[in-house]
């Protein structure tokens, strides 16, 4: 039986258009039930004996292959619904819509299992709580050993901080403003965007140096020399010199920020890991 050509075109289109419906349903875009198996096969099988070349055949299996493959979606589907016991939301909706108010207060009281928790003491409580406290030594006894040394409130001089090494043997506003000048020229050679790493300009090979480093970072920021840029997302810190100095830092209400400069941290920006 020999078809027309027009029989044949519109056979392919219609072949193509069920191969495109069930790749959507393969990709999950499409629910696999609005496909209709039996009308599918039909369609198959009446456009089947008008195929003789290769490509009409190689289309006519492509498109029962891809038929099979929504089939078995199909199948796992129901069969993973009702191994969970599953059941139609549109379904129980409509259930619910009909039942009775009184149906349902009963079927919610059989089922309902309020949790209750009851706490009280009991003579066995009592009793082992007056066993502990009689076992205690009296706060006489047990604060006897306890050396409690007097310290005197004091001032420490300049010398003293000097020779802690809190503070160098310069003029202190001689040696703030090196440090400010250092701090420009350092992001000027390594900063980006006018700014430099809050650490990468403060820490130094030895712990004692970089504790100093950020005593004096904190008196360029309070006195208007520089700035902190603190991101709290990306839990970064940046120091920016200003090119000149603001006095007009203490005009308005300012916020004390803290920055811990522990030994740990410290170890941590040696060893290159974010802090």
């Known amino acids: 039986m020999t078809a027309d050509k027009s029989d044949k075109k519109l056979g392919q289109e ?17 629910d696999p039930f609005t496909l209709n198996v039996d009308d599918i096969i039909c369609v198959v099988k009446q456009y089947f004996p008008h195929w003789a070349y290769p490509d009409e055949l190689e289309l006519d299996a492509k498109a029962l292959h891809h038929l099979a ?22 379904l ?22 309020p949790l209750v928790e009851f706490e009280q003491l009991n003579l066995y409580n009592i009793a082992q709580g007056m066993l502990y406290w009689n076992t205690l030594e009296p706060l006489s006894e047990r604060w006897r050993d306890i050396d409690v040394a007097a310290v005197e409130i004091g001032s420490v001089s300049r010398d003293e901080l000097v020779k802690q ?26 900063g980006i965007d006018g700014k430099i790493g809050y650490w990468d300009f403060i ?52 916020t004390s920020v803290p920055l811990t400069v522990s030994c740990e941290d410290w170890q941590k ?6 802090l």
């Open 69 to 90: 493959s929504v089939i078995k979606i199909q199948s796992e589907w129901v069969k993973q619904r009702s191994t969970s016991l599953y059941t139609d939301p549109f």
């Open 203 to 254: 820490g130094t090979d030895t712990y004692p140096e970089t504790v100093q480093r950020a005593f004096l970072a904190s008196f360029l920021v309070t006195y208007g020399y520089a700035t902190l840029e603190i991101d709290r997302l990306e839990e970064t810190v940046f120091i920016v010199p200003y090119e000149l100095l603001h006095e007009a830092t203490f005009s308005a209400q300012c």
């Open 14 to 30: 219609h072949l193509e258009r069920i191969i495109e419906m069930c790749v959507a349903i393969e990709n999950n875009q499409v």
């Open 92 to 113: 129980l909706e409509e259930k619910i819509r009909l039942t009775p108010k009184e149906r349902l207060v009963q079927v919610f009281a059989s089922a309902w299992t």
């Open 165 to 190: 090494r809190v503070l160098g043997d310069k003029e202190f506003s001689e040696e703030l403003t090196n440090f400010w000048q250092e701090l420009k020229l350092k992001v000027k050679e390594k």
């Open 269 to 274: 920006w040696r060893e290159g890991q974010k």
